[in-house]
């Protein structure tokens, strides 16, 4: 027997002890509430979902219980079908049952211990309905009361009667097209699509702002997928909707973002609607979505970033930034720990803007997760300090729209919905499976489940007559009246804020203010110099005060990276405080990148910071980054050997070769406080690249630029440094970071020994490849083959600059726990290392 259970604060002790008994009696127990002691709820939001989940028959029976057990049985008596008796004794238990057929039991949790509400639970459930004459007779009476009334109720409600029906149809060509895309690509994941098209068509539908004719509109609403093997259900409502293509100058094309025909060439070459959510690719994506989890981690930084913007734009009655965002995410995204470390975070700020409907379908790939995740998520969520609701069938939109509503009216806090659904929903040999989840189901199993959705067997990507119609008039309407609402406040705006406004216009095209470089520093020449990691504080404190809406933060690392905001006026983020400009994400690098993504995605100029080592821990969301084009950047400090004592699980050495690995990722390693200055103007321009920054610990020389070429030539990736006048040199020596003052002293030295070599600094090898092949062939001339490369990192690659012949000093092991010093001359750091080295570079040519 299924038994629901709900109660207010008043009985929320005694639900859980009733809910423990029942579990272990062996009862299927639903819980509808609350999930939490909060003594201002009401006991109406919790007992009306169970009473309509027992008159629908969606459980056998119910408890409720409020302090007296009055309102509880009060409000459960509204709901049509429901006999609720408010019982405080065994006879009445057993009678209410018998006799007046009795399906809810109400209880008062401050009028009956524990083990006479126990005692009363067990005799109801016990009982049965006796159907003698006498009380047949008397029910019947009570039933046509209620018949009276739905008759009253239903006439005056038709037309709400017709819109169900649209919705169920628009609701089914989502799992249909879902359904015949998969089918026809031979691949993907049919499932997941089938069980949530209610919930999708809920928020979109009836809830979201968002306008299909502008899907770049600042202020809309957004919706995340982050179970992104569920791609379907966005292609299917992004084309429903017909949700309009903008491409990247912001324009808009005037066709669908996805068009019938890309669904039916679903996961094929070049269409709109690939495997996984591409932003960039298709218009209406919010975020690369795949890597399961990075979509919730990353929708936190969405709704982060509209705090700030609110904190910074809105004025009384110019509510400029107030966009929401809607986040769906399965097992995987509760599993993966990006989605704990952005939870965590998510609570801690207080981002009552955000919402996660996780699909609660206990199923992944290889099977029930009864195998592998058995722990109570709410319970967990609840801790974090979120609002948790629970929806306990994905069919039903009038519950999915309520918690929906209860998420829009909850303040401080982040919403948290645990929908129970069935994977595969209306598949008679699939639904509840894994077999659901990621392969087609089969052409006999497709015409089952549309005979079951009273769908034509044969029809497929079927867009019945209507359906268009039905979005159009939803979220079409909805989305194009608040987008033209605040297209007109912000004209008004623009006429009262004019400075906020054109940063605000600035913003969303990704363009810098007038004087966004002004008071960088420059920093005189200094054998002594500083670390990086000190210029590069000097530099994000100038910029941070130029593009106001530039700023990020660290992983609890901020005194060691230097990345703190330390002007007057910048602040610190946190809920009270949606307009400080450092972020703290505390020790979370996964969710950091993740995050730093999503205000991205918003648009503001982002970056994160930690030790280089710990890149490893934010690296899915840089991939991510690199892929969706976004100009985020991250600061990474104590970039080799210069973490010395620390020793090798601090020291980095394959992550400069990893990096440079992601196409599109910007790595810059500068070699003095000049070229870091250098690599943020560099940066800063950056529209559609992240950027990787690597920066030592320790000071490095600031040297001579009146002697040695100027740090512009950051700009190109690699320049020549330092040269022997009067021709080509006899040897090349090529570096980057903390190398490059090694390097020049080594070149100073060979000169002095009358052999000409050039020093070429070389901070960014993504840089340089986008030069010409003159400028290439300038720094690096061909003929000239005798190469050292120098770089405290793995030597993967340099053979590309070096060729096969010349020589890296690199690292080859890992490093070691020892004062710098040591280490530079045990792993050969030195410059008569690299003089020798280039001696033998010239003599192999010789030979
Ligand atoms: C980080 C990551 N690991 C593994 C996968 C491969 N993968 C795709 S879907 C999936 C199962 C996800 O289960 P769930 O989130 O419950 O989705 P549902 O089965 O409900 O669709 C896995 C392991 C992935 N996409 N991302």
New binding site residues.
Partial sequence: MRVGIATDHGGFALKEELMAKLNAAGYKVVDFGAYSLNPHDDYPDFVVPLAEAVASGKVDRGLAICGSGVGASVCANKVPGIRAGLIHDHFSARQGVEDDHMNILCMGGRTVGPAVAWDLVQTYLAADYSQADRHLRRLAKVASLETQRLKTQNASEEKPMIDEQAAQLSINTIRTLSIDAVQQAKSG?P??PMALAPLVYTIWNRVMNFDPQDPIWPNRDRFVLS????SMLLWSILHLTQVQAVNAEYERLGQPSVTLDDIRRFRQLDSKAPGHPEYHWVSGVETTT????QGVATSVGMALAQKWLASRYNRPDFNIFDYKVYTV?????MM?GIGSESASLAAHLGLDNLCWVW?N?H???EGN?SMTFTEDVAARFLAYGWNVLRVGDANDMDRIEHALEVFRQTKGRPTFIVLDSH?GYGSPHKQDT?AA??EPLGDDEVRLVKRAYGWPEDAKFLVPDGVYEHFAAGIGKRGRDARQKWTELFTAYREKYSELATEIEQMQKRELPAGWNRNLPVFPADPKGIAGREASGKVLNVLAQNIPWFFGGSADLGPSNKTTLTYEGAGTFQAATPGGKNLHFGIREHAMGAIVNGMSLSKLRSFGATFFIFSDYARPAIRLAALMELPVFFAFTHDAMGDGEDGPTHQPVEHLASLRAIPGLVTLRPADANEVVEAYRYIVQLRHQPAVLALSRQALPTLDRSKYAPASGVSKGAYVLADTPGGKPDVILIASGSEVSLAVEAHEKLRADGIRSRVVSMPSWDIFEHQTQEYRDSVLPPDVTARVAIEQASTLGWERYVGLTGRVIGMHTFGASAPLKELQRKFGFEPSEIIAAAKKQIGRRAA
Avoid: Q, R
């Fill in positions: 994941h499932g997941t179970n992104g093997h569920a795949g890597p399961l989890g995410c399965g097992d995987g995204c993966e699909d379908n199923i992944t790939i997760t994977i894994s989840h990621g």
